[in-house]
Nanobody, 124 residues
């Protein structure tokens, strides 16, 4: 059984940095896409960033572009999210997601696997 395990969440001051990590456990072929989403209570899950198996050409939500960096070593089933210049509005539960199919990175319905979520709190 494949599981995505996240780590690295926590409390940080505005302007600070935090790195989230996600790795897949269990035997599985390489995911075509790995991505990060986030969610705050009462709102829909929001795309943060994603990367295809090549590890090149990641895509980001406009709200995090230039501040967040997603990295993946080729087709490894592991991904990191480096978050810099954090803002209070980045506070959310962050979820790692993965899938084998193509299509838009930002569509949560296309993902086969989800992590349990890790809380990121940015104090203002």
């Amino acid at each position: 059984q494949v599981q995505l395990v996240e780590s690295g969440g926590g409390l940080v001051q505005a302007g600070g940095s935090l790195t989230l990590s996600c790795a897949a456990s269990g035997r599985t072929s390489s995911f075509f896409v790995m991505a990060w989403f986030r969610q705050v209570p009462g709102k829909e899950r929001e795309f943060v960033g994603g990367v295809r198996w090549s590890g090149n050409d990641p895509d980001y939500a406009n709200s995090v572009k230039g501040r967040f960096t997603i990295s993946r070593k080729g087709a490894e089933n592991a991904v990191q999210l480096r978050m810099d210049s954090l803002k209070h509005e980045d506070t959310a539960v962050y979820y790692c997601a993965a899938r084998w199919s193509g299509g838009p990175l930002s569509d949560p319905d296309l993902y086969n696997f989800w992590g349990q979520g890790t809380q990121v709190t940015v104090s203002s």
